[in-house]
């Protein structure tokens, strides 16, 4: 899934979605279910292209599924890949014109960064932004 990304990040998501689908059958065969924390990561990746080509409920759907296993391997709701995901839902959903469902989301993300990986850049993003909308004084 890494040269998927690659392909997604240099401008070329319709090529990064065929290696994503190509990555998850693999991954698919080789751990013999979806249960794994690569596929959830492959389907965050997945998520991110799917969104790149506007293909919001797809995209949508991608992070929730790897959302979904990654509760189911780590245990829990509380760790930062699951926030990584998470955060980039948040995104999606406040691009979709769903905030309220995003800053609950949101809130869950910093919480979990600030307890486990307190200079996480997803957490510097946000103070950035929080930085720009503040009134001067």
């Known amino acids: 899934h890494e040269l998927a990304r690659v392909l997604h990040a240099q401008g070329d ?10 990555s998850l059958a693999i991954l698919y065969k080789v751990h013999g279910t979806e249960d794994h924390a690569d596929v959830a990561t492959t389907y965050d990746g997945f998520g991110n292209c799917l969104r790149g080509l506007g293909l919001l409920d797809e ?3 991608s992070f929730r599924t790897a959302l979904r296993i990654y509760e189911q ?3 829990a709701r509380d760790h930062y890949k699951y926030a990584e995901t998470e955060f980039a839902l948040a995104r999606l959903l406040f691009q979709r014109g769903r905030p309220d469902e995003a800053r609950d989301l949101v809130r869950h993300v910093v919480d979990v960064l600030q307890a486990q ?7 510097a993003m946000l103070q950035a932004a929080a930085n720009q909308q503040a009134p001067s004084e």
């Open 13 to 22: 998501p319709a090529g990064a979605r065929t290696l994503f689908e190509r």
């Open 59 to 61: 995209s949508e759907g």
């Open 73 to 75: 391997v780590l245990g």
């Open 117 to 123: 990986v307190p200079s996480h850049p997803i957490l």
